[in-house]
């Protein structure tokens, strides 16, 4: 890309929209994560007993169920961002690439 082609890129409002939407979007999204992670660990850490409570007849404790959420979570959090890209985000993208001729 030639540099004119860049600035062009850089000065345009709908390339700032698409970076600052993303960027806030990707923030927020680790952000959750990282809450629920933590959350975790800290119950791992400071919470033996709950994390020990047996749930229902078998052999799984609660700690299981809990660490299958984590995992459920980032699915469902990279679900949503995967859904957002393709909405949104493609569509600030077709806006910009109209906006500039291509």
Same mark, same amino acid.
């Given at each position: 890309?030639?540099?004119?082609?860049?600035?062009?890129?850089?000065?345009?409002?709908?390339?700032?929209?698409?970076?600052?939407?993303?960027?806030?979007?990707?923030?927020?999204?680790?952000?959750?994560?990282?809450?629920?992670?933590?959350?975790?660990?800290?119950? *791992? &850490?400071? $919470?033996? =007993?709950?994390?020990?409570?047996?749930?229902?007849?078998?052999?799984?404790? /609660? @700690?299981?169920?809990?660490?299958?959420?984590?995992?459920?979570?980032?699915?469902?959090?990279?679900?949503?961002? *995967? &859904?957002? $890209?393709? =909405?949104?985000?493609?569509?600030?993208?077709?806006?910009?690439?109209?906006? /500039? @001729?291509?």
């Amino acid at each position: 890309m030639a540099e004119a082609d860049t600035a062009r890129v850089l000065a345009s409002p709908t390339f700032r929209q698409l970076v600052t939407e993303r960027t806030r979007f990707g923030w927020i999204l680790s952000g959750a994560m990282l809450g629920i992670y933590l959350v975790f660990i800290l119950l *791992v &850490a400071f $919470a033996h =007993g709950l994390m020990a409570t047996k749930v229902g007849s078998g052999v799984t404790s /609660l @700690g299981i169920v809990l660490g299958l959420v984590v995992i459920v979570a980032a699915f469902v959090l990279t679900g949503i961002y *995967v &859904a957002r $890209a393709n =909405g949104r985000f493609d569509d600030l993208t077709r806006d910009l690439n109209r906006e /500039l @001729g291509r």
